[in-house]
T-cell receptor, first 115, second 113 residues
Framework: GQQLNQSPQSMFIQEGEDVSMNCTSS?????WLWYKQDPGEGPVLLIA?????ELTSNGRLTAQFGITRKDSFLNISASIPSDVGIYFCAGDPSNYGGATNKLIFGTGTLLAVQP | SQTIHQWPATLVQPVGSPLSLECTVEGTSNPNLYWYRQAAGRGLQLLFYSIGIDQISSEVPQNLSASRPQDRQFILSSKKLLLSDSGFYLC????????????FGQGTRLTVV
């Protein structure tokens, strides 16, 4: 099945550092979403992006919808221990401009924060 | 407000046994519904999605099937489980008229032994 390429695969950082991760696709997406998953639980939505070039913040999190509609990035500023988890990008692939009703996920970025 | 319920939370089943996982959504009508599987390697693989009753799209050929007998009920089934069916299964819903934000259930950890 189709998947989005997400990088890096994992990050090990010190508390207080900033984090950046990105997601790319070979095809155009209508929507980009960013999720966080804690162990043994379902992913939780962090940020949703709907327009090319859109930049949206949610507290210490900032995400952008790439101009080409084929990529997105997520930044976390001043990381704290509770930021630990797996971060996923997700997108609704375009079907000649219309929605496909599918939601495709990236391969995930594992974030570890050392106090 | 909308809620999604998925059960059971954990399941251990022998190879060759049948499977039925259920997911229900409350507080919305005609949602898009999804089944994902997450293997130990972390990625979420879309298995099935549905835009309405009895309208199921399969993304990956496999040993599983899905059904949507009611508007807010989505069922994942298998007639005979394989070892490779082990994983973390997640149900999700999104608003109708195109996939936007999807909201997930708590997941079912399936171990086939």
């Amino acid at each position: 099945g189709q998947q989005l390429n997400q990088s890096p695969q994992s990050m090990f950082i010190q508390e207080g550092e900033d984090v950046s991760m990105n997601c790319t696709s070979s095809s155009i997406f209508n929507t980009w979403l960013w999720y966080k998953q804690d162990p043994g639980e379902g992913p939780v939505l962090l940020i949703a992006l709907y327009k090319a070039g859109e930049l949206t913040s949610n507290g210490r999190l900032t995400a952008q919808f790439g101009i080409t509609r084929k990529d997105s990035f997520l930044n976390i500023s001043a990381s704290i221990p509770s930021d630990v988890g797996i971060y996923f990008c997700a997108g609704d692939p375009s079907n000649y401009g219309g929605a496909t009703n599918k939601l495709i996920f990236g391969t995930g970025t594992l974030l570890a924060v050392q106090p | 407000s909308q809620t999604i319920h998925q059960w059971p939370a954990t399941l251990v089943q022998p190879v060759g046994s049948p499977l039925s996982l259920e997911c229900t959504v409350e507080g919305t009508s005609n949602p898009n519904l999804y089944w994902y599987r997450q293997a130990a390697g972390r990625g979420l693989q879309l298995l099935f999605y549905s835009i309405g009753i009895d309208q199921i799209s399969s993304e990956v050929p496999q040993n599983l099937s899905a059904s949507r007998p009611q508007d807010r009920q989505f069922i994942l089934s298998s007639k005979k489980l394989l070892l490779s069916d082990s994983g973390f299964y997640l149900c999700a819903w999104s608003a109708p008229m195109g996939a936007t934000e999807a909201f997930f259930g708590q997941g079912t950890r399936l171990t086939v032994v």
